[in-house]
């Protein structure tokens, strides 16, 4: 079953804004990670946060966890029309023996405005 | 180098027929998944294989499902049988071994019982 719960469902904005979409899970963690998809494609992996981990960036993401709420945010900055794409959080469940099969929230599809 | 390959890419077919769904991981990978994309489950986890060990096949919907992988590379996705609701895009991906290691994703097979 999915555990991870997203917000916005749906995002819309302008180039050069910021977007912002969150994450909820509900079980421990050993990571958390960050996927995009654009239609019709799969998904490219974007940031991993390992569990002892508060905030990471890479280029224009930053990336936040906070696991005594058991949430994350994704921060994209300055926003390009080619950033328009489904994005989703996914977490492996935790434990020692964890396969690391991933569990996927709902997803956030942005919409970045020429 | 070369990502994660599925074939095919679109496969319609009438309820009740047998499908198979190939997957060919990144080299190297040890870890493979596959998941299933749908609009009313979002992405469900169906099996993992890594090495030689027992698949973890706990994501499998029913015994209409199967898969293998054959000396560590290939993998074969088999739906028997197939009902209108296995509609849906199953995506594959690899990564390294580890529970900290980004998943590769490839673009899936979109598969449409009529």
């Known amino acids: 079953s999915q555990q991870g719960e997203e917000d916005p469902q749906a995002l819309s904005i302008q180039e050069g804004e910021n977007a912002t979409m969150n994450c909820s899970y509900k079980?421990?963690?050993?990571?958390l990670q960050w996927y995009r998809q654009n239609s019709g494609r799969g998904l490219v992996h974007l940031i991993l946060?390992?569990?002892?981990?508060r905030e990471k960036h890479s280029g224009r993401l930053r990336v936040t966890l906070d696991t005594s709420k058991k949430s994350s945010s994704l921060l994209i900055t300055a926003s390009r029309a080619a950033d328009t794409a489904s994005y989703f959080c996914?977490?492996?469940?935790?434990?020692?023996?964890?396969?690391?099969?991933?569990?996927f929230g709902q997803g956030t599809t942005l919409q970045v405005k020429p | 180098g070369a990502g994660v390959s599925q074939s095919p890419s679109n496969k319609v077919t009438e309820k009740g027929k047998d499908v198979e769904l190939r997957c060919d991981p990144i080299?190297?990978?040890?870890?493979l998944y596959w998941y299933r994309q749908s609009l009313g489950q979002g992405l469900e986890f169906l099996i993992y294989?890594?090495?030689?060990?027992?698949?973890?096949k706990s994501g499998l919907p029913s015994d209409r499902f199967s898969a293998e992988r054959t000396g560590g590379s290939v993998s074969t996705l088999t739906i028997q049988r197939t009902q209108q609701e296995d509609s849906a895009v199953y995506l594959c991906?690899?990564?390294?071994?580890?529970?900290?290691?980004?998943?590769?994703f490839g673009d899936g097979t979109r598969l449409s019982i009529l």
């Open positions: 946060i390992r569990s002892n981990e």
């Open positions: 294989f890594q090495g030689n060990s027992a698949p973890d």
């Open positions: 991906a690899s990564s390294l071994m580890g529970i900290n290691q980004p998943q590769h």
């Open positions: 996914a977490t492996d469940g935790g434990g020692s023996g964890n396969t690391g099969k991933l569990i």
């Open positions: 079980t421990s963690i050993n990571n």
């Open positions: 080299s190297g990978h040890t870890a």
